[in-house]
């Protein structure tokens, strides 16, 4: 009677893993990204890192030309009030002071403007190349947000298709003895989604279908009696005769 158990679980939990696995590719597919939305992402995620920095320039002109410009602006006030009190004074040693003060100013004032024009044209540029940028932007988004809707469809309906064969999968789970399926499950972690593993019948030889490893002629004898849950030596995966070989 353990006989007849053991192959039969063994049987059962290969069943299972067949559906484990395919419960494994739809978790797969579901990673796998449309070839067209990893693109627009791509595409998405460069303009936008192009457009910040850009943006970031373009304020840190913005900052210097405010700077230049309020400087100016007080050097211009001084200068206004250097003339007038130029007017206001009648000595030629003060007249001489400020005509130098008022000489000083002009020149900073002119240092600064022609500071300030490559700034503005800079500026101007770079507000061109946001805008071109931000029309790029604003023609690739419909495209991507479709991509992203299309795609997450595809995920949902995968989700769903998944849902429905993990409770088939624990119906199935349900028939196997529970520390015979922890075993597997630790196992099929361990091992690329394999726990349990065919006899090969191959030129005499018996094989683990797994690995490949030759099986010792006592352990394919352990594996057909079905006495004893056996372990394949080289890969550590449960054993089971498979379906050609009973009887
Ligand atoms: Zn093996």
């Known amino acids: ?114 500071l300030t024009m490559p700034i503005l044209e800079e500026m101007e540029r770079l507000a061109e190349q946001i805008k071109e940028l931000e029309l790029q932007a604003s023609e690739l988004k419909p495209e991507l947000d479709s991509l992203e809707a299309a795609n997450a469809e595809r995920v949902a309906a995968l989700e769903e298709e998944y849902q429905a064969k993990l409770v088939k999968r624990q119906e199935m789970a349900g028939s196997i003895p529970a520390s015979l399926l922890r075993e597997y499950e630790t196992i099929r972690r361990a091992r690329r989604g394999v726990g349990v593993a065919r006899v090969k019948v191959q030129g005499g030889f018996y094989l683990c279908e797994a690995c490949s490893v030759q099986l010792p002629t006592h352990v394919a004898q352990r594996v057909y009696q079905s006495q004893q849950v056996v372990r394949c030596p080289g890969c550590g995966r449960l054993l089971w005769r498979g379906p050609e070989n009973e009887g």
């Open 1 to 114: 009677m353990v006989n007849v158990n053991i192959a039969g679980a063994l049987a059962d939990l290969y069943t299972l893993q067949e559906h484990d696995q395919e419960l494994d590719r739809i978790k797969e597919q579901q990673e796998q990204l449309p070839p067209e939305l990893v693109e627009a992402r791509e595409k998405w995620a460069a303009l936008s890192e192009q457009l910040a920095q850009l943006k970031e320039r373009y304020l840190a002109l913005q900052r210097e030309y405010q700077q230049n410009d309020l400087e100016i602006k007080d050097l211009v006030a001084k200068r206004k009030q250097a003339e007038d009190e130029q007017l206001q004074s009648s000595s030629i040693r003060e007249q001489t002071q400020y005509e130098n003060r008022i000489q000083q100013l002009s020149t900073r004032i002119d240092e600064l403007t022609e």
